[in-house]
């Protein structure tokens, strides 16, 4: 299929077809992948995904996820994370998403008001992950675009930033249990080099830190890069090192809420085992995903070739986009999304200008991810989706909607919905910011989902 047939952005638009006028809102703001819907279904529906119904799937089973369904994430993580050794189902816990896992460690490995490391930006889901059961809190680790000799990269994490976060948190009297690591990035896109990676597991040692790394892009790399697992390495310290991957992104289903965690700590395991009851998976979506995972003739061969030239193409569309109106764009290699520079349109460098741009974009019907919303600590970057697809769409939304329109805001004088509480919002604790944001998303639901999938131009 080309990309004529498969590629578009508009995930939820509504098009009044006699006027032409868009009345929906284009949302490039969700990280779902939508390009792959079609070889999913396909797969989904053979025969042998019926047999998903037999009674012993339709008992009660070992909360940690069915035997068989770990045996083969097992032997699935084994190959795709390349692990130097086979790893073992007993290793292997499985949850209802990565968000359920992030909720689940925070309450085994801190106690409330511990903190945990985290490079920003960083996928904001996290803080009320680590914060509604566990109340464990985020210490950020601030990194910008500025690029300097020694680092050459824009967003560059250093073992010399992780130190001076840390002693900054000790001096607050914040006591670090962890650091978190989500690899390939949400939202810059990129991957850490393997030198990078273990410099950051020796850090954690040197200070007894467990360490969550988050592999949920991990099959979701789209150019020639070298993605490294941390299943892959010797970690000094592997008692200490959870890792968790998922089906919501790289299988491109976060509606079936799969996740697994591997951890070698029994402690660990022994203690999520019993939150596992609250958080597992309907026995025959573990049958149907433990086929999935086992036809490997179909991952590789069909699947994976075509998920990775797709993210590919539809990358290259919104990049070229971009780049043509002048807006820079992070170098991505992996994940469903770009980081894109819109300071310059900021009317001040400030998250409260940042807001307002937001808003107006809203209000030119199209819905992106502000920094803010991933911590970051410069105004004026925002998270693009390009992992849309709608049919035969493929949406010059370039050319129609609202992003050839920004230079003239400048001097509009578009209104902020009355009920943007965006002053200030910084300051306020993040339980807050997380409320305020997902009511902006609420606000945004009516329009968002009663809409149909525009399927002709
Ligand atoms: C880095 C990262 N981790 C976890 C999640 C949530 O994963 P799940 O759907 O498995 O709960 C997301 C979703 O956007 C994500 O980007």
């Not at 992003?403 to 009920?419: A, E, M």
């Not at 339980?431 to 968002?448: A, D, G, K, T, W």
Request: glycine content about 6%.
């Amino acid at each position: 299929m080309g990309l004529q047939g498969t590629v578009g952005f508009a995930s939820k638009i509504l098009i009044n077809n006699s006027s032409g006028i868009l009345q929906g809102v284009l949302n490039l703001g969700t990280s779902e992948n939508k390009l792959c819907f079609d070889l999913i279904e396909k797969r989904l529906t053979r025969p042998s995904c019926k047999k998903c119904i037999a009674p012993h799937l339709l008992q009660y089973s070992n909360v940690q996820g069915t035997e068989s369904f770990r045996e083969e994430i097992a032997k699935f993580l084994t190959e795709y994370a390349r692990a130097p050794k086979a790893l073992n189902p007993e290793h292997i816990v499985v949850m209802n998403g990565c968000c359920s896992i992030f909720a689940a460690l925070s309450t085994v490995l801190f106690d409330p008001g511990d903190g945990y490391l985290i490079p920003t930006p960083y996928f904001g889901g996290v803080n009320p992950d680590m914060w509604l059961y566990g109340e464990v809190r985020p210490v950020h680790v601030p990194l910008d675009s500025k690029v300097s000799e020694a680092e050459s990269c824009p967003f560059q994490l250093t073992v010399k930033k992780l130190e001076a976060a840390l002693q900054n948190a000790m001096e607050q009297g914040i006591r670090v249990r962890a650091l978190i690591l989500i690899n390939p990035h949400n939202p810059l896109g990129d991957i850490y080099p393997a030198h990078l990676l273990k410099e950051c597991l020796d850090f954690a040692h040197r200070h007894k830190l467990h360490v969550i790394v988050d592999e949920i892009y991990m099959l979701s790399v789209y150019d020639d890069s070298t993605f490294t697992s941390v299943l892959s390495l010797n970690p000094p310290d592997p008692e200490k090192i959870h890792f968790m991957w998922g089906f919501s992104k790289d299988f491109v289903m976060c509606g079936m809420r799969v996740a697994a965690l591997h951890t070698r700590n029994e402690e660990v395991r022994l203690a999520l085992n019993q939150l596992a009851s609250f958080h597992s998976c309907p026995g025959p979506v573990q049958y149907i995903l433990s086929q999935l995972i086992a036809d490997r003739e179909w991952i590789n061969k069909t699947f994976l070739p075509t998920n990775r030239r797709r993210l590919r193409e539809a990358c290259h569309i919104l990049v070229d986009g971009l780049t043509s109106l002048g807006i820079p764009v992070l170098r991505s290699s992996a994940g469903l999304f770009v980081w894109a520079d819109f300071r310059k349109f900021l009317v001040t460098q400030t998250f409260e200008a940042e807001m307002e741009l937001w808003w107006k974009f809203i209000a030119e019907k199209l819905y992106i991810s502000p920094g803010g919303a991933f911590y970051c600590c410069e105004p004026g970057w925002f998270r693009l989706v390009f992992s849309d697809s709608a049919d035969k769409i493929h949406l010059d939304w370039l050319g129609c909607q609202s992003i050839p329109s920004l230079p003239r805001w400048f001097d509009s004088d578009i209104p902020l919905p009355s009920n943007s509480k965006v002053t200030l919002y910084r300051k306020k604790p993040f339980i807050e910011f997380y409320c305020e944001h997902s009511n902006c998303r609420q606000m945004l639901q009516p329009i968002v989902h009663n809409i149909e999938v525009y399927k002709q131009l």
